[in-house]
């Protein structure tokens, strides 16, 4: 079946702009998170949400960051007035509770701030 | 928090030699325990896990084993081959749902 998919998968942009980045989770899955990857790094957590509970927001690095999750299911991860040093790759992942903690990733949005 | 760490960030392996990643963590309370690997320009893509309940864990020639003494586990790889390089990234959890990521470990295998 399809897996976890995200787009755009490159986005290049100018400091100070806004920026958008989608994930479409496997089909059923009710956990959603977003991870940062810095380059040659580890993966950063930033927000997990969970069915209709409130997400846990505690990895978001700054109030330029938000995340929202529409009908259980595509999530929008919002960078506003975008720095140099949000250049990375941002990770979504999905995963369907019930069956342990196995956490599918999509292909990732890779993020250029100009 | 938890804190997850590998022991090498990188390892040379020749073609058909074994290999072995380690990855100490810090929490005692961790249960849960993942190895994914990242191929150039994709996203991680899991490969085994274990929970703290077992020892050892197979699949083909891949096992991860813990040490919930040492506060370590490792990745197993028997027989390596060409398309095992990557980067490998061990995790833990003592949670019913967050992570902790290690920094990764690039494999590379030697023909």
């Known amino acids: 079946g399809a897996g976890v998919s995200q787009s755009p998968s490159n986005k290049v942009t100018e400091k100070g702009k806004d920026v958008e980045l989608r994930c479409d989770p496997i089909?059923?899955?009710?956990?959603l998170y977003w991870y940062r990857q810095s380059l040659g790094q580890g993966l950063e957590f930033l927000i997990y949400?969970?069915?209709?509970?409130?997400?846990?927001k505690s990895g978001l690095p700054s109030d330029r960051f938000s995340a929202e999750r529409t009908g259980g299911s595509v999530s929008t991860l919002t960078i506003q007035r975008t720095q140099q040093e949000d250049s990375a790759v941002y990770l979504c992942?999905?995963?369907?509770?019930?069956?342990?903690?196995?956490?599918?990733f999509g292909p990732g949005t890779r993020l250029t701030v100009l | 928090g938890e804190s997850v760490g590998l022991h090498l960030p990188t390892l040379s392996v020749q073609e058909g030699d074994n290999s072995i990643i380690n990855c100490a963590y810090s929490?005692?309370?961790?249960?849960?325990f993942i190895w994914y690997k990242q191929e150039s320009g994709k996203g991680p893509q899991f490969i085994i896990d274990?929970?703290?309940?077992?020892g050892e864990k197979k699949d083909q020639r891949i096992a991860v084993t813990l040490n919930k003494t040492a506060k370590h586990f490792s990745l197993h790889i028997t027989e390596t081959q060409p398309e095992d390089s990557a980067v490998y990234f061990c995790?833990?959890?003592?949670?019913?749902?967050?992570?902790?990521f290690g920094a990764g470990t690039t494999v590379t295998v030697r023909a």
């Open positions: 992942a999905s995963r369907y509770r019930g069956q342990g903690d196995t956490q599918y």
């Open positions: 089909s059923g899955h009710t956990a």
């Open positions: 949400f969970q069915g209709n509970s409130a997400p846990d």
């Open positions: 929490n005692s309370a961790s249960d849960y």
């Open positions: 274990i929970r703290s309940n077992v």
């Open positions: 995790a833990a959890s003592s949670n019913d749902y967050k992570l902790s």
